[in-house]
């Protein structure tokens, strides 16, 4: 009796709590910025439908997305608080995303007006962090994510393709992971993102699946610029790499310019981890 007491006490307190919420004015910053929270739902349907059928409103499903990204929880855990059963709450924030990756996907991918526009900016970065390099823009790199060991499923006779756990194991990392390529430009933002692969496959395959060097060559704002990546990438018009070779057979500067470039790479790809830590 006391549990049941308990938790009406509580239903009764997040019913008050979400009509107080509801009637409350819009809040609007004092500080304008290009960010607007009271835009966000503009870009979402008033109502959406998933493939499951399950029926909610926009502004529903961005909270709903919103909470889920923000707070680990399990969908289960957020049941009482959204009114919702699990199944159809995973439903929406699936949805949520599907539509907002379909009509923002050109920014994730590569938005190349905006590094077209600073890319003296970012070149002049680089070479002021100690660079011996006077065009090198943007650094590209592979990152591994790790994930759980996935169910052992039936490997296709015919084809030979794994379809079990192997498909996905890291052999570098010596785990169960999947890979992305990305573009970081030296403001720390990741300009370009690509994946997710699985993790056995190399990034020179992804590399060359993104076409990103394509895209990159074809725009004629770049011409003279370089992306700078480890051996495996090599060297063209469009990335440059570090000295290949023994440290004993590589020149006094040669040396320098590998240990120079290193030291920004590792500076720079520390929005690995501002993406890790949130």
Not at 175 to 186: D, E
Not at 265 to 276: C, D, G, L, M, N
């Amino acid at each position: 009796m006391r549990q049941l007491a308990k938790e009406e006490e509580q239903y009764f307190e997040e019913a008050v709590l979400f009509a107080a919420l509801a009637s409350a004015p819009p809040h609007c910053p004092r500080i304008r910025t290009r960010f607007n929270f009271n835009a966000l739902p503009d870009a979402i349907p008033d109502n959406i439908v998933t493939k499951e059928r399950t029926k909610a409103t926009g502004l529903e499903a961005l909270c709903v997305s919103l909470y889920k990204l923000a707070v680990p929880v399990r969908w289960e855990d957020t049941e009482i608080f959204f009114g919702r059963s699990s199944s159809g709450l995973s439903n929406i924030f699936m949805h949520l995303l599907d539509l907002l990756d379909d009509t923002f996907s050109s920014l994730i991918l590569f938005n190349r007006n905006i590094a077209a526009a600073r890319l003296k900016e970012y070149s002049q970065a680089v070479f002021d962090a100690g660079s011996p390099y006077t065009n090198v823009w943007c650094f590209v790199d592979g990152t591994v994510r790790g994930v759980c060991r996935p169910v052992q499923r039936r490997v296709h006779h015919k084809k030979r393709k794994l379809l079990g756990q192997q498909s996905i194991y890291n052999g570098h990392k010596r785990k169960h992971a999947l890979k992305f390529q990305t573009l970081v430009t030296p403001d720390g933002l990741i300009s370009h993102l690509f994946g997710p692969y699985a993790g056995r496959n190399h990034d020179i395959k992804m590399y060359r699946e993104s076409k990103i060097a394509d895209t990159i060559r074809l725009d004629s704002r770049f011409r003279g610029f370089r992306v700078f990546g480890d051996c495996a990438y090599g060297n063209d018009d469009v990335i440059v790499s570090p000295f290949e070779g023994a440290i004993g057979n590589l020149t006094a500067e040669q040396t320098h310019i590998n240990s120079c470039m290193s030291r920004i790479r590792v500076s720079v790809e520390w929005s690995y981890a501002q993406i890790v830590s949130y």
